[in-house]
């Protein structure tokens, strides 16, 4: 009765730590997440695994006045911890590192494929948790003429068994009387009766490690180290050698028996199985499966590629364009906030210029982000949910094998074109960690929506006036391809001389078509911008905080003086000094504008960050870039759309310019070098300006990125990404400088 | 060496004779059901011939020919 008095401890109110832990684990595509949804609502709470990068969704289970903590476990097919995700799963199960073990499980197991789904349960039984069935999708099931006797089940299994149909909400309060019971009176599933050959090797292997002082070896621990060499329990183990060696003599006392060492435990569990199943599953007829007319159209060769394009077209125009609004209603509305306390702030500048260009900016350029991941993830969620994501991966996994990609990098990376960040946290649906990994290495590389405005300034300030629109057009077509064209063949060089992360097979389940519910589209979507909101939006708020300090500091009253006076000596030299004064007294003259802008630029150059671009322009020297254009360059690392409104203050013009001022393209055209070998020469020559292009196209200028990817990975990826793209940015710029003066 | 999944034309089916390799695919794919005895069929290839598409035991599978080809059959009807 040891788990009798564990439920009467675990029951005392307001101990969350003690409450019984319930385990939701089944295989992808069953309906788990949207059982889990169902179980807990909103009652949920979003973390990573220790350590890891694995998602760990957990929540609160109200049933009859009990509260429950409910897991909802990785989906996974079977225990073999080859992926992060089912290392995560057999830790949780085994309560290793840490981890609590779960008091129960509850298999949510899906109708229409039950002998698949059941290999993970057989598995499992190992392990002697108490569990629970939920039959799920036996709608589906009898729509494809499968019958399922569900008490002839229970009575084969020996635990409960309940049907449910989740996205309807069907069958789940009986679901969690099931639970509620269970932890009262816990039943455990039958296990398999290994053959001689196992027993043996498990033997084998518990005596080899308890020989090193491991201590007892559970079976069910001996038996993932024998089926599961790469496995948790393995890398736990000392003695790699010895434990290498150990295994090695079990798999060839399997050998001998005529099995597959590899295969083994499925061909046996199957047959365990199949035994099991024997008269629970009737199939009326032929199985009718509805997916494969739709199948047939949606993967044909023409029409597939047709429909594919068309759908990835409406994706990518919802994030190009029509996010568009949305984001300037965020920008607007971060205008009229900073309007409507400047007034209240006004005797203090520091303190206004903080709250303002740094905090209020610094909400807005978190919550600019917002519309673009939950327009994003609304098309994920509903092209996961209706089963078209495997068949989009199928259709394009060949662009991206070749150099470790696989055809789901195909939605992050188109999604990159439009905003990095959601693309990037779109890289969550690729299961395997090395195609994750290099997706989300990769994905900065698209050229972003926040680049256009680079190249549409310097296209039209200087291709187009010398080479006329059809170079122009070229030009811009071609940028947006250089961050491709450059990124694949790194993501091959990554994988092939660097990456010691093991690929995996390509192994796609073909889901079941299905029509999704909004509830689930929204309730992804409200996941993904809370957490972005929470998690990455207060690292890209304090960045934004620290370059406003870099650029606003020290602040030398002493140059507002010195501007002020140098202003006043030029403009008197043409009209009486009264005149101007007076002008100056009108806040609204242009005189007094004119002014304004230029304190505004010696503040700038003056400024910390103004400083560190003076004493780096050597640096760049070499690509041709000024210490206006290195400046510029340089405080656009926070975010690369700055550049403008950095380049109109620097050039005099103050910082409400865009990439069509007229006034802006012209400053541009007539910069000439003041000084140095060069002096009296255009600054902008077309290799400069190619240069600069480049370079931003290129260049990982987006603190938003960096913290993105440090939250999705962690802070050495991001740092390698960030210096990574910089010298490759850097490199480039030098490259078309000094090869292209040279023509 | 006898024939494997990955030399089997579209429409064509057989039988799943053995995996070849005792690594850490040969589980993954007999956990997705890829175990000798049962019958597979190819449906389709990609557009672009890779990946190829399967259907064994009532599921749709789509694998690489890299996998493809760790999969040996017999008695295959074109």
């Known amino acids: ?743 | 060496m006898s024939d494997t999944l990955e030399s089997l034309p579209v429409g064509g089916e057989a039988e799943i004779s053995e995996i070849r390799t005792d690594c850490d695919r040969a589980g993954r794919m007999s956990s997705l059901g890829f175990i000798p005895g049962r019958r597979v069929r190819i449906t389709r290839v990609a557009p672009l011939g890779d990946p190829i598409s399967v259907r064994i035991d009532g599921q749709e599978i789509s694998l690489r020919r890299a996998e493809a080809r760790i999969i040996g059959i017999r008695n295959p009807k074109p």
Request: net charge neutral; aromatic share 8%.
């Open chain 1, 1 to 743: 009765m040891t788990s009798g008095t564990g439920l009467e401890r675990n029951r005392r109110p307001g101990s969350s730590a003690l409450r019984p832990l319930v385990a939701l684990v089944g295989n992808p595509n069953t309906g788990k997440s949207t059982v889990f949804n169902r179980l807990t609502g909103l009652r949920q709470h979003i973390a990573n695994y220790p350590g890891v990068t694995v998602e760990k969704k957990s929540g609160t289970l109200r049933s009859g006045g009990v509260e429950l903590d409910l897991l909802d476990l990785p989906g996974c097919y079977s225990l073999t911890a080859i992926s992060k995700d089912e290392r995560v799963v057999m830790d949780v199960l085994s309560g290793q590192r840490g981890l609590r073990r779960p008091d129960l499980l509850v298999f949510v197991v899906d109708a229409t494929n039950l002998k698949r789904n059941l290999l993970l349960v057989s598995q499992c039984a190992e392990l002697e948790i108490p569990a629970v069935i939920a039959l799920n999708q036996g709608d589906a099931a009898r729509r494809n003429g499968v019958h399922i006797n569900a008490p002839l089940l229970l009575k084969r299994l020996g635990i409960p068994v309940v049907e449910t149909v989740a996205t309807r909400g069907r069958g789940l309060d009986a679901l969690k009387h099931a639970i509620t019971a269970a932890l009262e009176s816990p039943t455990l599933l039958p296990r398999i009766v290994w053959p001689d050959c196992i027993t043996r090797a498990c033997a084998m292997i518990g005596a080899g490690l308890s020989g090193q002082g491991r201590g007892d070896v559970r079976q069910a621990e001996a038996l993932r180290a024998l089926f599961d060499s790469n496995g948790i329990f393995a890398s736990e183990v000392a003695d790699k050698t010895s434990l290498k060696k150990l295994i090695d003599s079990a798999h060839n006392e399997i050998r001998s028996t005529g099995l597959n060492p590899g295969s083994a435990e499925a061909v046996l569990h199957y047959r365990h199985i199949e035994s099991l199943l024997d008269g629970v599953v009737e199939a009326s007829g032929p199985i009718a499966r509805t997916h494969e007319g739709i199948d047939g159209l949606l993967l044909h060769r023409v029409w597939g590629t047709v429909i594919f394009l068309g759908v990835m077209y409406i994706v990518f125009q919802s994030l190009y364009s029509w996010a568009a609004p949305l984001m300037d209603l965020i920008d607007s509305a971060s205008g009229a906030v900073q309007d409507m306390i400047r007034p209240w702030l006004a005797g203090m500048p520091v303190l206004e210029s903080l709250i303002c260009d740094g905090i209020i900016s610094g909400v807005g350029g978190v919550l600019i982000f917002l519309p673009q991941i939950l327009i994003l993830f609304f098309f994920i969620a509903l092209l996961e949910d209706t089963g078209y994501m495997a068949r989009a991966a199928f259709l394009v996994d060949k662009l991206f094998s070749w150099c470790g990609l696989n055809g789901r990098s195909f939605v992050p990376l188109l999604s990159s074109y439009a905003c990095a960040i959601p693309g990037v946290m779109a890289a969550r649906t690729l299961a395997d960690p090395k195609a994750r990994l290099t997706t989300i290495l990769m994905a900065p590389f698209m050229s972003c929506s926040a680049r256009l405005p680079v190249y549409i300034l310097l296209i039209g300030t200087f291709i187009e006036p010398l080479y006329g629109p059809i170079a122009a057009g070229c030009t811009l077509f071609a940028m947006h391809f250089v961050g491709l064209a450059m990124a694949l063949p790194l993501a091959w060089v990554l994988n092939k001389f660097f990456l010691k992360i093991k690929p995996q097979p390509f192994i796609l389940e073909m889901p079941s078509y299905r029509i999704p519910t909004l509830r689930n589209i929204f309730q992804r979507m409200w996941e993904r911008g809370r957490e972005f909101v929470l998690r990455a939006g207060t690292v890209i708020l304090a960045f934004s905080v620290i370059i406003w300090a870099l650029l606003y500091f020290p602040r030398d009253p002493a140059v507002e003086v010195a501007t002020t006076q140098a202003f006043l000596n030029q403009m008197a030299t043409g009209q009486p000094l009264e005149e101007v004064q007076a002008a100056l007294g009108n806040p609204d003259s242009a005189l007094s504008a004119a002014l304004s802008n230029r304190i505004d630029a010696a503040y700038i150059g003056q400024s910390f960050l103004g400083r560190f671009g003076k004493a780096v322009q050597p640096v760049f020297e070499p690509a041709g870039f000024d210490w206006k254009i290195t400046v510029g360059v340089l405080s656009s690392f926070p975010a690369r759309e700055v550049i403008i409104a950095t380049m109109g203050i620097i050039y005099n013009l103050g910082s409400n310019v865009d990439e069509g001022s007229e006034d802006l393209r012209s400053v541009l055209q007539n910069e000439k070098w003041q000084s140095g070998p060069r002096a009296g020469q255009p600054v902008y020559t077309l290799p400069v300006v190619l240069g600069i292009m480049v370079f931003f196209a290129l260049c990982m200028q987006c603190g938003a990125t960096v913290a993105v990817i440090a939250r999705e990975l962690n802070w050495r990826w991001a740092a390698f990404s960030f210096f990574g793209m910089t010298a490759l940015a850097w490199l480039s710029a030098v490259l078309i400088h000094q090869i292209g003066s040279r023509l």
